[in-house]
Every structure is written in structure tokens, then in C-alpha cells.
């Protein structure tokens, strides 16, 4: 079993920048995924960025903007979000898949105002 505990959203204007943090309660191998989500009312979640052994992958609407980093050390998978949109807005949660499960955390709320 692990837990994910996101931390770091908040409400910004639109150019601003914010960071995202997620710890997870144990180790999760580095070749495993681990990510970050986003959904808004009434939508699906959606993919925002993925890391993994094989490398990363972000969603087109955020790339170049979105940058996702890890630290096996301790756990963690960060997403530092620039130039951020009011189309940002959403609850993000952090995804991680490792031995075969695939755990969510509760997700944080980020609001870009215009």
C-alpha cells in the first residue's frame, strides 16, 4: 500500500507560477511511473505529466510550461507549473503505478484567476 500527499496549490493570477509537491509513503522504484493528474467538474482526469525509467511525457497543453521532478531519495514527484492559464484550474492529484497497483492521492486545488 501507498500514500500519496500532495501539498503546494493555492490560487495565483494568470503568468504566475506555483509547485506542486507529492510524498509518497514508501519507497516506489524509479522505473516505476509516478505522475500528476487534473480534473475539473463534470470532466475526467486527465494526464498533466508523467515520469518514469523510461522518461517523461507531459500533456500538450502544458508543455513548456509544466515541468515534473523526482527525488527518489525521498520519495517525492514535484510539478513546478509556469505561465500558468485560468484553463489550469482544476483539483491535481498525484498518480503513482508500482507493483502492479495504481494509487491516487486526494488531490489539491489550484485556481489561476484572470
Known amino acids: 500500500q501507498v500514500q500519496l500527499v500532495e501539498s503546494g496549490g493555492g490560487l495565483v493570477q494568470t503568468g504566475g507560477s506555483l509547485r506542486l509537491s507529492c510524498a509518497a509513503s514508501?519507497?516506489?522504484?524509479?522505473?516505476?511511473?509516478m505522475g500528476w493528474y487534473r480534473q475539473t467538474p463534470g470532466n475526467q482526469r486527465l494526464l498533466v505529466a508523467m515520469?518514469?525509467?523510461?522518461?517523461?511525457n507531459y500533456a500538450a497543453s502544458v508543455k513548456g510550461r509544466f515541468t515534473i521532478s523526482r527525488d527518489n531519495a525521498k520519495n517525492t514527484v514535484d510539478l513546478q507549473m509556469s505561465s500558468l492559464k485560468p484553463e489550469d484550474t482544476a483539483i491535481y492529484y498525484c498518480?503513482?503505478?508500482?507493483?502492479?497497483?495504481?494509487?491516487w492521492g486526494r488531490g489539491t486545488q489550484v485556481t489561476v484567476s484572470s
Open positions: 498518480n503513482a503505478y508500482t507493483n502492479g497497483n495504481i494509487y
Open positions: 514508501r519507497s516506489i522504484s524509479s522505473g516505476d511511473i
Open positions: 515520469t518514469s525509467g523510461a522518461g517523461t
